[in-house]
Nanobody, 115 residues
Framework: QVQLVESGGGLVQAGGSLRVSCAASGTIFSINTMKWYRQAPGKQREQVATITSGGITNYASSVKGRFTISRDNAKNTVYLQMNSLKPEDTAVYYC?????????WGQGTQVTVSS
């Protein structure tokens, strides 16, 4: 059973920084592509960033240049460093991976950016 647990969310002022983490268990983490999504109130969940097992990254245009996804395979953890935060970045941030035809999600962590 794959489990994903996010942490590190909180309240930050616009222009500030925050790092959220996602600890994975129950899977061979090093071979998984890991993804961060977010969902703002009243909006659809959107993909924010991905990182492959080989470390190749991809970002949504709205966060490119401000967010950085990284992974530590020794700790089975993926990170999302968020800089120059904007009020429109306010959302619940979710960690995601897929394995064996199943899609797995964490419980989410709230990020609130005040103006």
């Amino acid at each position: 059973q794959v489990q994903l647990v996010e942490s590190g969310g909180g309240l930050v002022q616009a222009g500030g920084s925050l790092r959220v983490s996602c600890a994975a268990s129950g899977t061979i983490f090093s071979i998984n592509t890991m993804k961060w999504y977010r969902q703002a109130p009243g909006k659809q969940r959107e993909q924010v960033a991905t990182i492959t097992s080989g470390g190749i990254t991809n970002y949504a245009s709205s966060v490119k240049g401000r967010f950085t996804i990284s992974r530590d395979n020794a700790k089975n953890t993926v990170y999302l460093q968020m800089n120059s935060l904007k009020p429109e970045d306010t959302a619940v941030y979710y960690c995601n991976t897929a394995r064996g035809g199943f899609n797995y999600w964490g419980q989410g962590t709230q990020v609130t950016v005040s103006s």
